[in-house]
């Protein structure tokens, strides 16, 4: 039997997870690089170091043997993440840590993780189930659920002007998301976001931010049972969408990867920059994910969290020369044709200069 934990964000309940498992400062977790910067927020913010991993070049997810060499005495967790929904190998780690499943990019119910002490989803904006602003610890391991559940009672609602913004946020995702729009105001939503006018994906200090004592929000939690219920629904759909990109894809010649449970395609271009410049003038959707090695954080930042250059050569590959294309249910053919013929077009014009 396994307990359910909702906090206000994914990276809260990874939070809770590491907490619950005893990490504390001068402690190692490892992680893979090619991840977003919430996956190693809530690490610094314990005071443990994350210990980067390289990728698998063809699946861009965690390399098994890679992760096990990375395991040394002060390793406390090991978190594995479903990239772009493409199962990692979770049972072949066998690190000898407890292994903690990253699941933001995975519908809930479609994948078991039972291999692992605990797992953690995000329904915010671009995950395959969006319910607003929140996270769910799924926590396997009895005596760790026990410790979290005593944490729990000290986590309160966000404030009730937190609630409001982040209601509206919802309503404005809705009203995008049907009219088809919603790829569109990607800039515009990280612009209000620095202004403090939207709630953003990252916030300005991490170290002090309120949000790590927070619980899911009241109307996230009503809505979240029928969104999830709604994306196992789609799986099928999108299943056949992504079939359907793979077969356009390698008749293009295009190198890429497909998933089992998807949320994105990830294809891989000679010129990154110029793709995604000219996708967005076609009006082409086409993500950037993962944009660095830390996304989004680079300079400075991306070597404030321990990171070394150059010491994941195959994931700064793949955030240079990969993007990914967005799996929907109602993703038309037409739309998918599309896709694969301007990205087709571009590599055959690079390879003619």
């Known amino acids: 039997m396994s307990d359910l934990l909702h906090y206000y964000r994914g990276r809260v309940a990874l939070h809770a997870i590491l907490h619950g498992l005893g990490v504390t400062p001068g402690d190692e977790v490892v992680v893979q690089a090619y991840t977003c910067a919430a996956v190693v927020e809530p690490l610094l913010r314990l005071g443990a170091k994350p210990v980067f991993t390289d990728i698998d070049p063809y699946t861009f997810g ?6 096990r060499s990375a395991v040394t005495k002060r390793t406390k967790a090991v978190v594995v993440q479903h990239t772009f929904g493409i199962p990692a190998p979770v049972h072949l780690i066998g690190a000898g840590v407890p292994v903690v499943e990253d699941c ?12 692992s002490v605990a797992a953690f989803y995000s329904y915010e904006w671009g995950k395959p189930v969006v319910a607003g602003v929140g996270g769910t610890a799924v926590v396997h391991d009895q005596v760790l659920a026990a410790r979290m559940g005593t944490q729990y009672d000290w ?13 509206a946020e919802y309503l404005a995702y809705r009203m995008a998301a049907r009219t088809g729009t919603l790829w569109r105001l990607r800039g515009l939503h990280r612009r209000l ?17 309120p949000e ?20 196992r629904a789609s799986l099928d759909r999108r299943r056949r969408v992504a079939a359907a990109y793979h077969l356009a894809l390698t008749r293009a010649g295009l190198r890429h990867a497909t ?28 993500g950037d994910w993962f944009a ?13 969290t321990g990171y070394r250059a150059g010491s994941c ?24 044709s599309r896709t694969v013929h301007l990205l087709a077009h571009l590599e055959k014009t690079r390879v003619a200069v």
């Open 62 to 67: 965690p390399d098994p043997q890679l992760i």
């Open 104 to 115: 933001a990019h995975v519908v809930p119910g479609t994948l078991d993780t039972t291999g």
């Open 155 to 167: 986590t309160t609602a966000p404030p009730w002007k937190r609630e409001l913004m982040t209601g």
């Open 193 to 209: 976001a620095g202004r403090g006018v939207v709630v953003g994906s990252y916030v300005p200090d991490p170290f002090l931010s």
């Open 212 to 231: 790590y004592g927070w619980r899911m929000s009241r109307a996230v939690r009503r809505r979240l049972p029928s969104r999830v219920v709604g994306g």
């Open 259 to 286: 998933a089992s449970l998807p949320l994105r395609i990830p294809v891989v271009v000679a010129d990154k920059d110029r793709v995604l410049r000219e996708g967005a003038a076609a009006g082409v959707e086409l």
């Open 292 to 304: 660095t090695a830390v996304h989004p954080l680079d300079g400075p930042a991306l070597a404030a």
């Open 313 to 336: 050569p195959h994931a700064e590959w793949a955030a240079a020369h990969v993007v990914t294309l967005p799996v929907r249910a109602a993703t038309s053919p037409a739309e998918i």
